[in-house]
Nanobody
């Protein structure tokens, strides 16, 4: 039974930084893809970044150069380091995971992912 738990959200001023964590348990996959998505009310969930087991990554254009996704396999944790935050980054952030081959960092589509965390709120004030 796969479970994902996010943490690290909070409120910061524009230009500040946060690091989100996604801890996974119950993986049975030999290879996996983890994605970070975000959503604001009445908007579709959008992909932010993704990482595969070999370390391949992808980023939305809106966060390139500011956000970095990394993984610590020993801790079964994926991180999203967010720097130079902007008010438009305000959203609920979710991590999601599924087997590579079913999902890929090359095309992060929220509806393709089976496993989701509960979300962590990020609020950036101007």
């Amino acid at each position: 039974h796969v479970q994902l738990v996010e943490s690290g959200g909070g409120s910061v001023q524009a230009g500040g930084s946060l690091r989100l964590s996604c801890v996974a348990t119950g993986y049975t996959y030999s290879s996996y893809c983890v994605g970070w998505f975000r959503q604001i009310p009445d908007k579709e969930r959008e992909a932010v970044a993704g990482i595969e087991s070999d370390g391949s990554t992808s980023y939305a254009d809106s966060v390139k150069g500011r956000f970095t996704i990394t993984q610590d396999n020993a801790k079964n944790t994926v991180y999203l380091q967010m720097n130079s935050l902007k008010p438009e980054d305000t959203a609920m952030y979710y991590c999601a995971a599924d087997e590579e081959g079913l999902v890929t960092v090359g095309a992060l589509v929220s509806t393709d992912f089976e496993y989701w965390g509960q979300g962590t709120q990020v609020t950036v004030s101007s």
